[in-house]
């Protein structure tokens, strides 16, 4: 143990990068430079006379050697980690946070993340990304990603916020052409807007079990685009009613979902696989999932909706 202590910011860098999941990341979180950190974890490598990562261009995967020293190093480094932040808690978080959520999401929190959280914490940085495609979180050196959907990457730690409806929707004027579906069957003959990523289109499952593959002239990857294709009568399109409630409440848009046929959406927090969450982590999914939970509140009244974000 006396030769580890003399290598502690080996171990710290090591501790870090195992729960950010990568070098750059752990740089940024240690405000220094991805090789630094890599030195540093190669130093201490050798003092232990073991590898501790097995390192490849997509990943870094920790050797059961490096499994063993995460485990006992881990929870000390952690301890001293919760004590600074008691004793600094006063004067707030800083550093950098970088975040991701899909495009269609950002018109709903990003008006709170700005007007609420940014001001809380005037001395942290948001370093945002906002894309509907998935999201490499190492890779791409995000500290958090929110996603809807189901996440089963076994190398993620996803931390559930909220449950948001799903709703089938069409335009006025595709309903006077097409009739009104009363059953799930109905759908079967309707022209759809289709979520489609490549050659693949998505299909729309029922609360039942059942599915449908859409038919539709429509294909696009991207929950805006969808909402618009909608909104122009060009097709029927599965979004989330949190998305769509005003133009619900307005009438631009119809609910044309059967009762009950539809399951909620995961709505999901997402970081890389580690034992601690930084506390800037922490406290941006707290917020993200109180403002999900009135989001989905407000859309069952959407008349509300348009004045709760201004």
């Not at 070098?23 to 130093?43: E, W, Y």
């Not at 693949?200 to 294909?219: E, V």
Request: aromatic share 6%; glycine share 8%; with cysteine.
């Amino acid at each position: 143990m006396t030769h580890l202590l003399n290598e502690m910011s080996g171990l710290i860098a090591f501790v870090r990068t195992v729960e950010v999941g990568s070098f750059s990341a752990a740089a940024r979180d240690l405000k220094t430079s991805p090789s630094a950190i890599s030195k540093s974890v190669g130093r201490l490598e050798k003092l232990v006379g073991s590898r501790l990562f097995l390192r490849s261009t997509r990943a870094l995967t920790l050797t059961p050697d490096g499994q063993m020293l995460f485990e006992r190093i881990g929870p000390l480094l952690r301890e001293l980690d919760a004590s600074d932040d008691g004793l600094s808690s006063s004067s707030g978080l800083t550093g950098r946070l970088r975040f991701s959520m899909p495009v269609e999401m950002s018109g709903l929190f990003l008006g709170a993340i700005f007007t609420k959280f940014a001001e809380e914490y005037p001395d942290l940085t948001l370093d945002i990304g906002l894309t509907d495609r998935f999201v490499d979180i190492i890779r791409d050196d995000y500290d958090v990603v929110f996603r809807v959907g189901e996440v089963v990457q076994p190398d993620l730690v996803v931390r559930h916020l909220a449950d948001l409806d799903m709703v089938l929707v069409a335009a006025p004027s595709l309903l006077s052409k097409w009739g009104v579906p009363r059953i799930i069957d109905d759908f079967q003959s309707m022209p759809f807007a289709r979520y489609s990523v490549g050659s693949r289109t998505a299909h729309i499952a029922f609360a039942d079990g059942s599915k449908i593959l859409p038919t539709g002239r429509i294909d696009c990857d991207s929950g805006i685009a969808l909402h618009s294709a909608a909104r122009h009568g060009l097709g029927v399109a599965l979004l989330l009613r949190c998305v769509v409630a005003d133009d619900l409440h307005s009438g631009i848009l119809i609910d044309v979902t059967p009762a009950g046929a539809l399951k909620p959406m995961r709505f999901c927090a997402v970081h890389a696989l580690g034992r601690t969450v930084p506390s800037r982590v922490k406290l941006l999914s707290d917020f993200v999932a109180l403002e999900a939970q009135k989001l989905s509140i407000r859309a069952r009244s959407p008349g509300d909706s348009a004045a709760a974000r201004d």
